[in-house]
């Protein structure tokens, strides 16, 4: 069964680290172009970091640059975000989508809460 699963959201005071899990199955997220986006209420989806295929080349939005990092575990066909220096607008649905030669996935998505 083909299915992307996020974990790890949660409340966190401003300043304080996350990191999200995105757990693959039924294909590799090597083969696999992988990004998090994030979606806040009332605001549309924005795409966050992305890792592509084979080489894991890594791209970030302005916003998390510096902060946010993207990584992926192919033992455990599981993509990362570390989420550091956390600001009260990070806070969103964090959801992990994967392109796989021509099919697209989407999880679930986890909740991140930045607040005091």
């Known amino acids: 069964q083909v299915q992307l699963v996020e974990s790890g959201g949660g409340l966190v005071q401003p300043g304080g680290s996350l990191r999200l899990s995105c757990a693959a199955s039924?294909?590799?997220?090597?083969?696999?172009?992988v990004r998090w986006y994030r979606q806040a209420p009332g605001k549309e989806r924005e795409l966050v970091a992305g890792?592509?295929?084979?080489?894991?080349?890594?791209n970030y939005a302005n916003s998390v640059q510096g902060r946010f990092t993207i990584s992926r575990d192919i033992t455990k066909n599981t993509v990362y975000l570390q989420m550091n220096s956390l600001k009260p607008e990070d806070t969103a649905v964090y959801y992990c989508n994967a392109q796989n030669w021509g099919a697209a996935y989407w999880g679930r998505g986890t909740q991140v809460t930045v607040s005091s």
């Open positions: 039924g294909f590799s997220v090597r083969t696999s172009l």
């Open positions: 890792i592509v295929a084979f080489a894991a080349t890594t």
